[in-house]
């Protein structure tokens, strides 16, 4: 099935900085979600981006659907940014990962005032 | 708009009993998936119905675990009987049936937390 693999595994940041994170996918796919997971375990949704780029506030997400990978950047990070960031994809059809939403392993986050 | 509703949010048991957690999708969505979301790993599919209709079950390990939405709204996933390794995050998520299988945006809930001792 396909690979999803997320970098970096963790990352410890001051409130304020910026930060990019990679996910990189090992065949074509038809849908590409970030999530948040935050301290409590709810999964929030942040872009619905299988191509293109997409802003929301200070997120913004750009996916490269031609080279396999999608980047979110996290400007002005605040403590409420903490938690773990997954990416996850659906292959389109064939393949036993077809319709599948495949999790990466996710990015920690950690925020300090 | 409500989300997605799911209890009980935390359960603790002893291996060998039996389990269920309960999911209500958002309004309208047809489809409904259970994820299994052990510690420090992404969620895993475990079943994935459109409707009342079992779409995917191919990850669901049929000699202890079940799943039915009977009325194609709400769902139960069951456990019998739990083993020590069922210790996880049971997710429950719901989406519109999209024209392409897996297309659509998917809502979670926030989870039932599952010990087994």
């Known amino acids: 099935g396909i690979q999803v693999e997320q970098s970096p595994p963790d990352l410890i940041l001051q409130e304020g900085a910026n930060s990019t994170l990679r996910c990189n996918f090992s065949?074509?796919?038809?849908?590409l979600q970030w999530f948040h997971q935050n301290p409590w375990g709810q999964l929030i949704n942040l872009f619905y981006?299988?191509?293109g780029t997409k802003q929301n506030g200070r997120l913004s997400a750009t996916t490269v659907a031609t080279e396999r990978y999608s980047l979110l950047y996290i400007s002005s990070s605040q403590t409420t940014d903490s938690g773990v960031y997954f990416c996850?994809?659906?292959?389109?059809?064939?393949?036993?990962?077809?319709?599948?939403?495949?999790f990466g392993q996710g990015t920690i986050l950690t925020v300090h005032p | 708009e409500a989300g997605v509703a799911q209890s009980p949010r935390y359960k603790i048991i002893e291996k060998r009993q039996s389990v269920a957690f309960w999911c209500n999708p958002i309004?309208?969505?047809?489809?409904l998936y259970w994820y299994q979301q052990i510690l420090g790993q992404g969620p895993k599919l475990l079943i994935q119905?459109?409707?009342?209709?079992?779409?995917?079950d191919s990850q669901l390990p049929k000699d202890r675990f079940s799943a039915e939405r009977l009325k194609g709204v709400d769902s139960t996933l069951k456990i019998q009987p739990a083993k020590l390794e069922d210790s996880a995050v049971y997710l429950c998520?719901?989406?519109?049936?999209?024209?392409?299988?897996?297309?659509?945006?998917?809502?979670f809930g926030p989870g039932t937390r599952l010990l087994v001792l």
């Open positions: 998520a719901s989406s519109l049936p999209g024209g392409l299988a897996g297309v659509e945006t998917q809502y």
């Open positions: 065949d074509s796919v038809n849908n």
């Open positions: 981006i299988p191509s």
């Open positions: 996850a994809v659906v292959c389109p059809a064939g393949g036993t990962s077809y319709g599948k939403l495949t």
């Open positions: 309004s309208g969505h047809a489809t």
């Open positions: 119905f459109q409707n009342n209709g079992v779409v995917d």
